[in-house]
């Protein structure tokens, strides 16, 4: 419904200045005006499909059973994770999914939120792996402190720069929240969501590459299926 409104739009945007179809260029504020009354409009529709008892339950708190740590990217979304994330996924957003720069708000999630799943969602195409293998300079100071934090080979292949920097994610994680993991209290686990079907496994799939540091086909089985300590009681799904 989005891209039917914003159709338009682009098209006279990129007949009159067709160098603005350059996704480093600026906005335009015709289509933030298209983007809000859609927003509004989605909303309506969203409370319209709930009822007043389900914004109270909302309201009672929060009790996510995973944490997840993914990029910025527009182009990943709860949708693909689940069906119904709300109260169930305790969402933190970063250019290159990393936990250096979202340290904070990780620990709150598994620290005081109790989440049972770290999981660190790394992505196909990465803007922000593709910066970070190249010479970045001279962007933003900003911009460029978060990349800092992503230590990938230069100039190899993007998909190969996303699985590094999310075993590095994992492995940093094991070190910030041993005890959890020891205890059997915590899960973390790394995957790619490949929507370019990089890696050969189906356009859109999420792939698992890490399950407490195993990368191998075998180790991530046996870290998914292995009875864990403690007997911890999972959290209800409404």
């Known amino acids: 419904m989005l891209k039917k409104h914003l159709a338009g739009l682009l098209a006279a945007i990129c007949i009159t200045a067709p160098a603005l179809a350059n996704e480093h260029e600026h906005g335009d504020a015709a289509v933030a005006q298209a983007i809000i009354k859609e927003i509004q409009a989605d909303d309506s529709a969203y409370i319209a499909a709930h009822n007043a008892a389900y914004f109270q339950e909302l309201a009672k708190g929060q009790h996510p059973r995973a944490t997840v740590v993914t990029c910025s990217d527009s182009r990943v979304h709860t949708n693909m994770l689940d069906k119904t994330p709300e109260g169930d996924l305790f969402m ?8 250096a720069t979202a340290k904070g708000s990780v620990q709150y999630g598994v620290n005081h939120l109790a989440s049972s799943l770290l999981i660190f969602v790394g992505h196909s195409s990465c803007g922000a792996i593709k910066a970070a293998g190249g010479d970045y300079a001279g962007i933003e100071p900003d ?3 978060e990349l800092d934090t992503i230590s990938i080979a230069k100039g ?3 998909i190969d ?3 590094t920097n999310v075993n590095n994610q994992v492995a940093a994680a094991l070190k910030e929240f041993a005890d959890k993991v020891k205890d059997g209290q915590l899960l973390i686990v ?3 969501y490949d929507f370019a079907d990089d890696m050969k496994q189906g356009a859109g799939k999420l ?3 890490n399950v407490n540091g195993a990368t191998d ?3 991530i089985q046996t870290a998914l299926t292995a009875k864990a ?3 911890h009681k999972e959290h209800a799904h409404h």
């Open 92 to 99: 933190v957003r970063n250019i290159g999914n990393q936990l």
């Open 143 to 145: 911009i460029k402190k």
């Open 156 to 158: 190899g292949a993007n």
């Open 161 to 163: 720069g996303v699985k």
């Open 190 to 192: 790394g995957a790619v």
């Open 207 to 209: 792939n698992i590459i």
């Open 217 to 219: 086909a075998k180790g």
């Open 229 to 231: 300590a403690g007997g």
